[in-house]
């Protein structure tokens, strides 16, 4: 039985919460909040981006991403240093900040690694794409563009 838009979409948005929820899990098994986990997860991915890009770009609300931050620095996890301006800073691991993360993320990629071989590399790479296409799609509707 084919299922209607809104049962697909329901399902759709039912697995990406769930997705949110299992890296809140893991966060969780290594002793840190879900937002100081995507945190550490974007400065592995995107070293030297600003507090503004890792809200932006992970959807954190740039208060918790702030508060994430300043959390790391005064456990000496992160550094900042001078950006295009004065107001920017970029983030940067600090060798500390490295080994904290490390265990936690370890097992996040992982844990994705197995998840992709399992469902297999060309059906995941298809599903990458029509996340990614339904997303600009659905933007552009929203916004009016």
């Not at 697995?15 to 100081?36: I, N, P, W």
Request: proline share 2%; charged share 30%; with cysteine.
């Amino acid at each position: 039985m084919d299922m209607t838009v809104r049962q697909q979409m329901k399902e759709l948005c039912s697995c990406l919460c769930r997705q949110d929820e299992l890296y809140a899990t893991l966060a969780r098994r290594h002793g840190m909040s879900f937002h100081t986990a995507l945190t550490l997860y974007a400065l592995d991915q995107d070293e030297g981006c600003t507090q503004k890009q890792i809200a932006e770009n992970w959807l954190i609300p740039k208060q918790t991403v702030n508060t994430v931050v300043k959390d790391l620095e005064r456990r000496g996890y992160v550094s900042l240093r001078a950006g295009r301006d004065q107001k920017e800073k970029l983030v940067d691991l600090t060798p500390a900040g490295r080994a904290f993360a490390a265990p936690c993320l370890r097992e996040i990629y992982e844990l994705e690694d197995r998840a992709v071989d399992a469902m297999g590399q060309e059906r995941f790479r298809e599903m990458v794409e029509a996340n990614t296409a339904f997303t600009r799609a659905f933007a552009r509707e929203v916004h009016g563009v």
